[in-house]
C-alpha cells in the first residue's frame, strides 16, 4: 500500500489567510433529502407500529434474525457476563477509566439554592436530575466502549433514575467491551437496535422501549438526522461533526509526537480535521517530514492521508500570540497547548472545547482516562457550547415565595409593566395581593 501527504501549509501573513483558512474549517453536515425522507419515514413507522417496526427495521438494515422485540434486549445479567469475557486488563482499564471520570463529574453536580429577602420573600433553584436518560453506542467494529463511560456516568452522577442503551449489533456481532463498559458505568437497560428507528424509539416510546427525557450519543448521518428531527419532543446532547485536533506549539516538541497527536484524530474518518500552528516554519518543515516518515506504519493510514490531505494543515504565524488569536478564531474541539508555559497563555483562550496543556499531554488521555468528558463541541460551536457534563442531566425549576409584604411591593412593579404591556389580567392578577387595595 502507497501512502502519501500532501497536507496545506497556509501562512498567516498571506492576505488571503483568511479566505483560505474559512475554506479549510468549512463543513456541512446538513443531509441530504433523501437522507431526511428515510429517516422521517422511519420515524413515522416506529410512532405507528412500534416494537415491530424495530424488530423489521432491525432485520432489513442490521442482518440479525430477530422474530420479535424479545431478541433485541440484553438484562443486566447479559452485561455482567460481558465483564468476565473480557481480559484482566481490560476489565482493569475500563474501571480505572471509569473512576477517574466519575471523580471529575462528581464536581461538575449542582446543588439547589435558596435565599430569604428582608420582607420575607423567597427566592431560589430547585435542581432536579432527569426521570431518564438514552444511550446511543455504535454498534459492530465501530465500537467506542470509552464513549458509554462518557455519555453514561454524568447522567449517573447526576441522579439519572434509569439510562437506557441502544447499541446495533450488525450481523449478530456484539461487542464485548462495550457490554461491559455499560455494566460498568451503571446502564439500566440495553436494547440491540440502531440508527433512526433507535433514535425514534427512544423518542416517542414503543411497547418496549421507554421513552426517555434527552438523547446523548455519536451516530451516523442518519442518527444525526434523526436527533434533529426528534429535538422539542426529547433533548439532545448536540449534533457533533467530524473529529478535530489543533495543536499550538513553540516549536520545541518532538515532531513525531506532534505527527501522531494529529493522526490521532484524523484516524477517526476521512473528514476528521487535524490542524498545527506554529511560528518556527522549519519545525513545520520536521513535522511535515514525521508525517511522512510515520503514515506508512498507520493500520489506517488510508484513512489518516484522506484526512490530512483533505481537511488538515500546517499553519505558520508571527508569533505565539497571533497562534493563540488562530486558536480562538477555529474554537476546536481539541486543543492542545505544546508550549513551555501553557498556564501563561490559557487566560488567553475563549473558545475551545477541550484543552491539553503541556508536552506531555496528549488529546489521546482525553479520550480515555484523564476524567473530563470527551463529548466536546465541533465545528466551531465551542464558541457557544461546552463539553457535555452532570449538569446536562439537571434541569433548573425556579423557586418564588412572596410572603405578604413582599407580593404587596412586587405587586406595584408588576401592575405598571403589565398594564404597560396591556395585559389587565396580569395587572389585575398582581393587584389584588396589594395590602389595603383587594378588590381592585
Not at 468476565?84 to 462528581?106: D, F, G, S
Not at 457534563?389 to 404587596?408: M, T
Request: glycine share 8%.
Amino acid at each position: 500500500m502507497t501512502v502519501s501527504t500532501a497536507i496545506a501549509r497556509l501562512n498567516a501573513a498571506d492576505q488571503d489567510f483568511a479566505r483560505h483558512l474559512d475554506h479549510l474549517l468549512s463543513w456541512e453536515s446538513v443531509s441530504d433529502d433523501a437522507v431526511n425522507q428515510r429517516v422521517l419515514d422511519i420515524i413515522k413507522a416506529v410512532r405507528e407500529r412500534g416494537d415491530a417496526a424495530l424488530v423489521e427495521f432491525t432485520q432489513r438494515f442490521d442482518g440479525v434474525d430477530a422474530t420479535s422485540i424479545n431478541d433485541l434486549i440484553l438484562d443486566r445479567a447479559r452485561l455482567e457476563l460481558a465483564l468476565t469475557r473480557i481480559t484482566p486488563v481490560q476489565r482493569e482499564a475500563l474501571e480505572k477509566a471509569a473512576n477517574r471520570v466519575r471523580i471529575y463529574h462528581e464536581r461538575q453536580k449542582q446543588d439547589s439554592w435558596q435565599y430569604t429577602e428582608a420582607d420575607g420573600t423567597v427566592l431560589g433553584q430547585k435542581v432536579t436530575p432527569l426521570d431518564r436518560a438514552g444511550l446511543y453506542v455504535p454498534g459492530g467494529k465501530a465500537s467506542y466502549p470509552s464513549s458509554v463511560l462518557m455519555n453514561a456516568i454524568p447522567a449517573k452522577v447526576a441522579g439519572v433514575s434509569e439510562v437506557v442503551m441502544v447499541v446495533p449489533t450488525p450481523r449478530g456481532e456484539v461487542n464485548e467491551l462495550v457490554l461491559a463498559a455499560a455494566c460498568i458505568a451503571g446502564v439500566d437497560r440495553v436494547f440491540t437496535i440502531g440508527g433512526a428507528q433507535a433514535v425514534a424509539a427512544l423518542a416517542y416510546g414503543t411497547e418496549s422501549v421507554p421513552q426517555v427525557d434527552k438523547i446523548v450519543g455519536p451516530g451516523n448521518i442518519y442518527v444525526a438526522t434523526a436527533k434533529r428531527h426528534v429535538f422539542g419532543q426529547v433533548g439532545i446532547d448536540m449534533i457533533a461533526g467530524p473529529s478535530e485536533i489543533l495543536v499550538v506549539c513553540d516549536g520545541q516538541t518532538d515532531p513525531d509526537w506532534i505527527a501522531m497527536d494529529l493522526f490521532s484524530q484524523a484516524e477517526h474518518d476521512e473528514d476528521a480535521q487535524a490542524i498545527l500552528v506554529s511560528p518556527d516554519a522549519e519545525f513545520l518543515d520536521r513535522v511535515a517530514a514525521s508525517i511522512d516518515k510515520l503514515l506508512p506504519t498507520m493500520e489506517r493510514a488510508e484513512i489518516i492521508e484522506k484526512s490530512i490531505n483533505g481537511r488538515g494543515a500546517l499553519i505558520q504565524v508571527r508569533d505565539m500570540q497571533q497562534a493563540i488569536e488562530v486558536a480562538n478564531r477555529i474554537a476546536p474541539e481539541h486543543l492542545e497547548l505544546s508550549v513551555a508555559d501553557p498556564q501563561a497563555w490559557l487566560p488567553q483562550i475563549r473558545h475551545a472545547g477541550a484543552i491539553f496543556m503541556g508536552r506531555h499531554t496528549s488529546e489521546a488521555l482525553g479520550d480515555y482516562c484523564a476524567g473530563p468528558n470527551h463529548v466536546l463541541p465541533t465545528s466551531g460551536t465551542a464558541r457557544f457550547s461546552s463539553p457535555l457534563g452532570v449538569y446536562d442531566f439537571q434541569k433548573r425549576s425556579s423557586i418564588i415565595f412572596c410572603s405578604e409584604q413582599g407580593a404587596s411591593e412586587l405587586g406595584h412593579t408588576a401592575s405598571v409593566l403589565a398594564r404597560g404591556e396591556s395585559l389587565t389580567a396580569h395587572a389585575r392578577s398582581a393587584e389584588y395581593r396589594i395590602l389595603n387595595e383587594k378588590g381592585n
